[in-house]
């Protein structure tokens, strides 16, 4: 049974910075691509970052290019993700996914396998 667990999120300023944790337990850990995406209320999930099985390949969108930053220790079976600059649009429910394909650094909901509960990020103006 492979479960994500997030945490980290919280109520932060404009300009601040958190750090959110996704802990993996279940099958082998570092077989698996990970991919944070984010859920704001009235629209859709959106991706964020994902990280490749060896951390080798990392990508982003475009929105938090520069100010976010994805990372795995893969002997502690999590990743993280980063948040600087952060400004009120970032606002939302952050998922965390695994995708057990593990290819590349997959940027669309449908190719995770398994998703965390959500961790809220909430960030005043």
């Known amino acids: 049974q492979v479960q994500l667990v997030e945490s980290g999120g919280g109520l932060v300023q404009a300009g601040g910075s958190l750090r959110l944790s996704c802990l993996y337990t279940?099958?082998?850990?570092?077989?698996?691509?990970m991919g944070w995406f984010r859920q704001a209320p009235g629209k859709e999930r959106e991706f964020v970052a994902a990280?490749?099985?060896?951390?080798?390949?990392?990508g982003y969108a475009d929105s938090v290019k520069g100010r976010f930053t994805i990372s795995r220790d893969n002997a502690k079976n999590t990743v993280y993700l980063r948040m600087s600059s952060l400004k009120p649009e970032d606002t939302a429910v952050y998922y965390c996914?695994?995708?057990?394909?593990?290819?590349?650094?997959?940027?669309?909901?449908?190719?995770?396998?398994?998703w965390g509960q959500g961790t809220q990020v909430t960030v005043s103006s």
């Open positions: 990280i490749s099985w060896n951390g080798k390949d990392i």
């Open positions: 279940g099958r082998v850990f570092g077989n698996y691509a």
């Open positions: 996914g695994a995708d057990t394909y593990g290819v590349g650094v997959p940027s669309k909901s449908y190719e995770y396998e398994y």
